[in-house]
């Protein structure tokens, strides 16, 4: 009766374990293609400024930044997958009360690359949610002979703490598409 | 290796737990470092008391659980003192942690109502108006600025695009606007006034040229400026700007910092609240734990001892005297316990004692048994009768041989033996111990068996300090002894007699022997031969004639008369004749006590011991009479100066019929000794007296 109880109550919290996972920030219009012997690829965040609590967050003027993160990764098997490169993309931005104005910036590998003003929210969230044409690496770094690679993306919304100690993180789930022989 | 948790274990375990916990709390921060401009949950201060509360909340559930293991286990073995300890460490938390609790839920209602409070307060509602007016004031700007661009525009729509921008110069010169700038599409400044004015950038010139154009932005360098601007046509806009006004910019400005500061406070304020009642609950858990340590510790302090003590009792009570408490404290309970072991060995020394005692009493009891036997052996044994008395003359004892003389039939009570009237003699005894300590004598009883002659001795039993508890009383069947000695008297007396009736015989038959010669011979002196003869048998026959009066005086003692008389008036009245024949030295008491005496016995047994001294006496001597009174008796010496007494005869002085006289009876010194006797007296030679012969006569008074 015990060892019953015990397993209803762990399915539960799988299930509801699932159901918050299905319901967080996703990937969106992800696609990629070789311009120039890189790998460029474009992708964009789904539910995620829409979240109440990064809407306060933003309105609060408090930064907010969202983390993108490309990865391409070499198939193995019987082994852990190889990464061949990995990029992270933070977009940042900063609410400003006075002038009611959003500055976003963008920071590739830490690096500041971009840093602008809009007026609206939507503009805001445009240039937050996406990433355009995004160089991930160079066709060189790949052997097409070998093949078995894949394009994999995430994105990282913010992160929380579970009373305060866990870390819990809420970002999309990796989003893969296989990599054609350039 | 069995792992005991001590107090120093303990302590290590929670350096331990203190440690992992810091190195969680500093990874946890750089997360959050990571995670800082990402996240709303960044909180160093919560993060640290959450982790303090973890902390505390395992040590306590840790140290709860391992109390309530052990008291349940104390309670499965039936340990002492393990109710009483549980219940004390149950008081203990209880006290400790139901008003830390109280006061925590208490804190939770309170952080959570004044939270809501201070954000739901008028300074909300300022802060909400505070922004609305910038925002008005704002606003106000940026559409006179667009209201501005618009009409310019218009009015450079007027002309043609090349004559626009110096259009714009003259109409700038109007004093309408702080500034202006004619851009193309493709962003070139086709005129500029003032210099300093920047130049739209892309997004700019995107809503210049989009159909609402672009309205109030607001560039804060490089000086406050709303800049509006629309398109003049599809390849010429136009950009002007207003500048803020810098005391308005400047509070607007100050207005939303502040704002920005509340705003910012106010995202976080569940993060504040929970702040709170976390350093409220690590309060509480510190609370509890230090209720559940010192409730703990002091249950143990008080636990043990009685625990100690309950054992010790226990151990008592199975007789383990030896049993001792190694608890070492300072308080009242080590007095307790300082207090039971010097009880516990108080008692033992007094057990060992009494065990020493009872072993000595078993023994000397076991030795007065024997002693009791071996008298009672002795006593059965012994040819004579015993027979003790207590205080108030009940028998105690009496040997088999008092009852063979007494006649006690087998069963018959022993309290008989003094109350049978023919034993009045015996009684009569006793009743004179109390003036005596010794009475002996001989008495003649007439039993079943027929006549006997005892000889009794009575004495007072004495304790060590001299008061009477009984008496004793000695019973010596001597008829036979009596009878021999009176043969034995018989014989000397038929023998003496032989001898002095021979001895005057012999001269009377020489005398008739002589007086026959002479008659047959007819001597001439025949006359002077009888005369002699007959004066020869004269004086013998008197010498018989004497001697036969004093052995009929002897045979015929009259019965004693006892009555108070005066002994040194009688001593006086007899002395008189013999001061003649002596030198008579009276030492006699002035008053002295009077004697129950025959005067007329007594006289006479005075008289032959007066006789005896002047007789042995050859010359004139002396004789000492001296009287005193010692131990209830009358003490009478008599000493005299003649040659004294051998040796060898003191023993047999008053036996009848002894003489060392040539002509004496020998009957003397035997009739004083009987008249003494019958007195309740005694007479003996005094044997401290060496210048001649001396005699000691007690007498009862």
């Known amino acids: 009766m015990k060892a019953m109880r015990v397993i209803v109550l762990s399915a539960f919290m799988l299930v509801l374990g699932a159901s918050a996972q299905a319901a967080g920030p996703y990937v969106k219009g992800l696609v990629w293609s070789y311009q120039d012997r890189d790998l460029v690829t474009s992708f964009g965040v789904g539910d995620a400024l829409d979240r109440p609590d990064m809407k306060e967050a933003i309105m609060s003027t408090r930064p907010v930044s969202l983390t993108f993160t490309a990865e391409v990764v070499k198939h193995r098997t019987l082994w852990k997958d190889k990464v061949i490169t990995h990029e992270v993309i933070v977009h940042t931005v900063r609410y400003d009360n006075l002038t009611r104005q959003y500055t976003v910036e963008t920071k590739v590998n830490g690096d500041v690359t971009d840093k602008s003003t809009v007026a609206t929210w939507e503009e805001m969230a445009q240039y937050m949610e996406n990433i355009r044409d995004l160089h991930v690496t160079s066709v060189a770094n790949l052997q097409p002979s070998e093949g078995g690679y894949s394009l994999r993306v995430r994105v990282h919304v913010m992160s929380n703490f579970i009373l305060w100690i866990i870390p819990w993180d809420v970002q999309t789930p990796w989003v893969s598409q296989t990599l054609s022989t350039p | ?701």
Request: a positive charge; glycine letters at 6%.
């Open chain 2, 1 to 701: 290796m069995k792992l005991r948790l001590t107090p120093r274990n303990f302590m290590i375990l929670i350096a331990c737990m203190g440690l992992l916990m810091v190195g969680g709390f500093l990874l946890v921060i750089r997360k959050e470092q990571e995670a800082a401009v990402v996240t709303s949950a960044g909180s160093f201060l919560l993060t640290g008391l959450a982790f303090l509360n973890v902390l505390l909340m395992m040590v306590l559930l840790f140290v709860l659980f391992r109390e309530l293991v052990k008291g349940f286990l104390a309670w499965r073995r039936q340990r002492e003192g393990a109710r009483f300890r549980t219940r004390l460490l149950t008081a203990f938390v209880l006290l400790g942690l139901l008003p830390s609790l109280l006061l925590f839920i208490s804190a939770i209602f309170l952080i959570g109502s004044t939270v809501d409070r201070w954000f739901r307060s008028p300074v909300n509602s300022l802060v909400t108006a505070s922004q609305t007016l910038v925002d008005k004031s704002m606003d106000m700007a940026r559409q006179e600025s667009y209201r501005k661009a618009k009409a310019f525009a218009w009015q450079l729509r007027q002309v043609s695009p090349p004559m626009r921008p110096s259009l714009a110069v003259h109409l700038y010169g109007g004093g309408d606007m702080d500034a202006f700038a004619v851009v193309t599409a493709d962003g070139k400044v086709l005129a500029r006034e003032p210099a300093s004015f920047p130049t739209p950038n892309e997004y700019k010139l995107a809503k210049i040229f989009s159909p609402q154009g672009l309205v109030g932005w607001i560039d804060l360098t490089p000086e406050p400026t709303v800049v509006s601007g629309v398109a003049i046509d599809k390849n010429m806009g136009i950009a002007v700007g207003e500048f803020l006004p810098q005391d308005l910019f400047k509070q607007a400005r100050y207005i939303s910092e502040n704002n920005k500061a509340y705003l910012q406070i106010r995202s976080r304020q569940q993060i504040l609240r929970i702040s709170m009642i976390s350093s409220f609950l690590a309060l509480t858990l510190l609370v509890t734990f230090a209720a559940v340590w010192i409730g703990t510790h002091l249950s143990r302090e008080i636990s043990i001892p009685l625990q100690f003590l309950l054992e010790g009792t226990q151990e008592v009570s199975r007789g383990n005297l030896s049993h001792r408490i190694d608890y070492d404290a300072r308080d009242e309970i080590g007095l307790v316990v300082d207090s039971f072991n010097r009880m516990t060995q108080e008692v033992e020394t007094s057990k060992l004692e009494l065990e020493r005692s009872n072993e000595e009493l078993r023994t000397t009891s076991e030795s007065l048994e024997r002693r009791r036997r071996y008298i009672e052996t002795l006593l059965e044994t012994l040819n004579i009768g015993v027979i003790s008395t207590d205080s108030e003359g009940r028998i105690r004892t009496i040997n088999s041989r008092a009852r063979n003389i007494l006649g006690l039939q087998p069963g018959e009570p022993v309290r008989n033996v003094l109350t049978r009237p023919e034993w009045n003699p015996i009684a009569a005894v006793l009743s004179g111990l109390p003036k005596r300590p010794v009475v002996n004598r001989e008495i003649t009883l007439s039993t079943g068996n027929g006549q006997i002659i005892l000889s009794v001795s009575a004495t007072l039993l004495k304790d060590p300090v001299g008061t009477v508890f009984g008496d004793l009383v000695i019973l010596e069947d001597i008829s036979d002894l009596s009878r021999a000695q009176r043969i034995a008297a018989w014989q000397e007396a038929a023998r003496r007699m032989a001898h002095e009736i021979k001895n005057p015989l012999t001269p009377i038959r020489l005398s008739a022997q002589r007086i026959r010669k002479k008659a047959m011979e007819k001597a001439p002196d025949l006359g002077d031969a009888l005369l002699e003869g007959c004066t020869t048998i004269e004086r013998e026959v008197q010498t018989m004639m004497t001697m036969v009066n004093e052995f009929s005086r002897f045979a015929r003692l009259p019965e004693i008369r006892l009555k108070p008389a005066s002994l040194p008036a009688l001593i006086r009245s007899i002395v008189t004749p013999y001061r003649t024949a002596a030198e008579i030295h009276l030492d006699l008491p002035a008053n002295f006590p009077p004697v129950r005496l025959d005067t007329e016995q007594m006289g006479r047994a005075i008289k032959n011991l007066l006789e005896n001294a002047v007789q042995v006496m050859e010359e004139r001597g002396d004789i000492f009479i001296s009287l005193r009174e010692a131990e209830g008796h009358a003490v009478l010496s008599i000493r005299d100066t003649g040659p004294g007494i051998p040796p060898e005869n003191k023993s047999r002085l008053f036996a009848p019929y002894f003489s060392t006289k040539r002509k004496g009876t020998g009957l003397g010194l035997a009739i004083v000794a009987r008249i003494l006797e019958e007195h309740g007296g005694a007479v003996r030679v005094d044997e401290d007296y060496t210048e001649g012969a001396g005699f000691i006569v007690t007498l009862p008074i």
